[in-house]
């Protein structure tokens, strides 16, 4: 082959990798919406309504309860629904339906219908990351060295990207709004901003292509080999959600404003961004699930160190420790999976992971409420959380070599999410 010819190739190839990640970033928007703003963002307009609409701690706490079962539903059902009307359609179709649920969830103070708007985000916020995961999984096929966990890290820090955006808008618009309506407009602004977002990733998708159907005779995946992981992904799943539902309300209770809100939640999502990319090479590196077990060791250092002071540099550095560690906890057991199955088993494998994570969602905003309805408050809630994700941690650090692991037909799970 000629040198100019080779120099083509490789232009050819350096072409093909920037539109790889530039169609990452635009399915990295539905992270952005589902997570940063459906979920996320909840947090930051819990203190308005919690006042507004008189909710006791356990009430604010079931309402990310309800999101979270509505998470496991979705999950549940994310799989079929992909075999059923393909990836790409679910996963835009999914994501829509959270950007609808955003603006109607402006239009009632009524508890139950609270209750039903934050389920519905749940379902169709996994349905969308969990098929905008396996597109992003399909487009790392056959990509390199640490490309497929940095594309990966790419999708999975559109979530912090949301948190970015709605800290840098939410605590402005209600400092800013009479109290009693400042919420009603916090939700229209996260679904006008998710319309937005929502117009670029079905521009993203046109250049994402289906991953392959499952083989009718192998739609079973192994998940007996991943036991640990599961539980510390389960344990992570009640512990990080506990943080993230109510640390803002912890922090106003220290005395924190809306502009040390703001600088927090902001440092918080750009730290989670961040750390996406900072955890590529530890991901990629570490054996077995000691990647895992790290950042999960970093998140629960995070997660303490509110509860030591409630000065401003302790908060900021909770934001960071916090902040550049949870979204690689996605990346870092996602990453497991991509390395230790076949590619037809990736959509399925990311759903069951996705089920026990939101199983333990569903546990972790009641329990931290209910617990910190006691005389401790939020800070006995709040350090119970600290606590589970550094058993997470341990418990990843049993998750066995992927070569090492039996056979596949020796230890099929009869899963099917």
């Given at each position: 082959?000629?040198?100019?010819?080779?120099?083509?190739?490789?232009?050819?190839?350096?072409?093909?990798?920037?539109r790889?990640?530039?169609?990452?970033?635009?399915l990295?928007?539905?992270?952005?919406?589902?997570?940063?703003l459906?979920?996320?963002?909840?947090?930051?307009?819990?203190?308005?309504?919690?006042?507004?609409?008189?909710?006791?701690?356990?009430?604010?706490?079931?309402?990310?309860?309800?999101?979270?079962?509505?998470?496991?539903?979705?999950?549940?059902?994310?799989?079929?629904?992909?075999?059923?009307?393909?990836?790409?359609?679910?996963?835009l179709?999914?994501?829509?339906?959270?950007?609808?649920?955003?603006?109607?969830?402006?239009?009632?103070?009524?508890?139950?219908i609270?209750?039903?708007l934050?389920?519905?985000?749940?379902?169709?916020?996994?349905?969308?990351?969990?098929?905008?995961?396996?597109?992003?999984?399909?487009?790392?096929?056959?990509?390199?060295?640490?490309?497929?966990?940095?594309?990966?890290?790419?999708?999975?820090?559109g979530?912090?990207?949301?948190?970015?955006?709605?800290?840098?808008?939410?605590?402005?618009?209600?400092a800013?709004?009479?109290?009693?309506?400042?919420?009603?407009?916090?939700?229209?602004?996260?679904?006008?901003?998710?319309?937005?977002a929502?117009?670029?990733?079905?521009?993203?998708?046109?250049?994402?292509?289906?991953?392959?159907?499952q083989?009718?005779?192998?739609?079973?995946?192994?998940?007996?080999?991943?036991?640990?992981?599961?539980?510390?992904?389960?344990?992570?799943?009640v512990?990080?959600?506990?943080?993230?539902t109510?640390?803002?309300?912890?922090?106003?209770?220290?005395?924190?404003?809306?502009?040390?809100i703001?600088?927090?939640?902001?440092?918080?999502?750009?730290?989670?961004?961040?750390?996406?990319?900072?955890?590529?090479?530890?991901?990629?590196?570490?054996?077995?699930?000691?990647?895992?077990?790290?950042?999960?060791?970093?998140?629960?250092?995070?997660?303490?160190?509110?509860?030591?002071?409630?000065?401003?540099?302790?908060?900021?550095?909770?934001?960071?420790?916090?902040?550049?560690?949870?979204?690689?906890?996605?990346?870092?057991?996602?990453?497991?999976?991509?390395?230790?199955?076949p590619?037809?088993?990736?959509?399925?494998?990311?759903?069951?992971?996705?089920?026990?994570?939101?199983?333990?969602?569903?546990?972790?905003?009641?329990?931290?409420?209910?617990?910190?309805?006691?005389?401790?408050?939020l800070?006995?809630?709040?350090?119970?959380?600290?606590?589970?994700?550094?058993?997470?941690?341990?418990?990843?650090?049993?998750?066995?070599?992927?070569?090492?692991?039996?056979?596949?037909?020796?230890?099929?799970?009869?899963?099917?999410?």
């Open positions: 082959m000629s040198s100019s010819s080779t120099d083509q190739t490789q232009s050819g190839d350096g072409g093909v990798r920037d790889t990640t530039a169609t990452v970033l635009g990295a928007l539905g992270p952005a919406v589902v997570l940063g459906a979920r996320f963002a909840y947090a930051l307009l819990l203190p308005s309504m919690q006042t507004e609409l008189s909710w006791s701690l356990s009430t604010a706490g079931a309402m990310n309860s309800a999101n979270a079962i509505g998470y496991l539903v979705g999950a549940l059902s994310s799989a079929p629904l992909a075999r059923r009307f393909g990836t790409r359609r679910s996963f179709i999914a994501l829509n339906i959270t950007v609808l649920s955003l603006l109607l969830t402006a239009t009632s103070a009524d508890t139950t609270l209750l039903l934050r389920a519905l985000a749940g379902v169709t916020g996994a349905i969308a990351f969990i098929t905008g995961a396996g597109l992003v999984a399909r487009l790392a096929a056959g990509q390199i060295a640490h490309k497929p966990a940095l594309l990966l890290g790419i999708y999975f820090a979530g912090g990207a949301g948190i970015v955006i709605s800290g840098l808008s939410i605590p402005v618009l209600l800013h709004l009479p109290a009693a309506t400042g919420w009603r407009w916090g939700w229209i602004l996260l679904g006008l901003i998710g319309i937005v929502s117009v670029l990733t079905w521009l993203a998708t046109r250049q994402a292509s289906e991953p392959p159907p083989p009718h005779h192998d739609r079973h995946w192994p998940a007996r080999r991943f036991v640990p992981m599961l539980s510390s992904y389960g344990l992570f799943g512990g990080y959600i506990a943080y993230m109510f640390i803002v309300a912890f922090l106003h209770n220290g005395g924190a404003g809306a502009t040390e703001t600088l927090f939640w902001g440092l918080l999502g750009a730290t989670s961004i961040i750390g996406a990319f900072f955890w590529v090479r530890p991901i990629s590196a570490l054996a077995r699930a000691r990647g895992l077990a790290v950042i999960l060791a970093t998140l629960a250092v995070g997660a303490i160190l509110p509860l030591i002071s409630h000065s401003l540099p302790i908060a900021m550095a909770s934001a960071l420790l916090f902040g550049g560690s949870f979204l690689a906890v996605v990346t870092a057991v996602t990453s497991v999976a991509r390395r230790s199955l590619e037809h088993h990736w959509t399925p494998a990311i759903a069951t992971l996705t089920v026990v994570f939101a199983v333990g969602q569903i546990i972790g905003p009641v329990l931290t409420g209910a617990i910190s309805e006691g005389p401790s408050g800070t006995m809630g709040l350090g119970i959380s600290a606590g589970l994700l550094i058993i997470a941690g341990l418990v990843a650090l049993a998750q066995r070599p992927v070569d090492d692991a039996q056979p596949f037909h020796d230890t099929v799970a009869r899963i099917e999410p």
